[in-house]
């Protein structure tokens, strides 16, 4: 599977962007997907997580009510919509993905995850 991560941009605290994730190579719909983000000197966090059918998703607490995550298996892509942006969600956002045509554990760390994107660049200014 390849992931091409895309969206990213400079926007205001308050503004809004919304992260595509778009996946070649494999049928997209067997695959649960995250989205990871990684500040400048710090280690990469997990950011939210939907599964094969986007029946079930899980977010860390600092998006909650802010960020959704959605999936189109028709297009083979996975959407990060970020709203209420703030200066802390600087930071490179990642997509990747793990064959699970089932039951998908939220919590599973980045070690979970077979396949990455190049990540996309979200800088939020105060």
């Known amino acids: 599977v390849q992931l091409q991560a895309s969206g990213g941009g400079l926007v205001q605290a308050g503004g809004s962007l919304r992260l595509s994730c778009a996946a070649s190579g494999a049928t997209f719909s067997s695959y649960a997907v995250g989205w990871f983000r990684q500040a400048p000197g710090k280690e990469r966090d997990f950011v939210a997580n939907?599964?094969?059918?986007?029946?079930?998703?899980y977010y860390t607490n600092s998006v909650k009510g802010r960020f959704t995550i959605s999936r189109d298996n028709a297009k083979n892509a996975v959407y990060l919509q970020m709203n209420n942006l703030k200066p802390e969600d600087t930071a490179v956002y990642y997509c990747?993905?793990?064959?699970?045509?089932?039951?998908?554990?939220?919590?599973?760390?980045?070690?979970?995850?077979?396949?990455w994107g190049q990540g996309t660049l979200v800088t939020v200014s105060s």
């Open positions: 939907i599964n094969y059918n986007g029946a079930s998703t």
């Open positions: 990747a993905a793990v064959y699970s045509p089932g039951p998908f554990n939220p919590v599973a760390g980045m070690a979970a995850y077979d396949y």
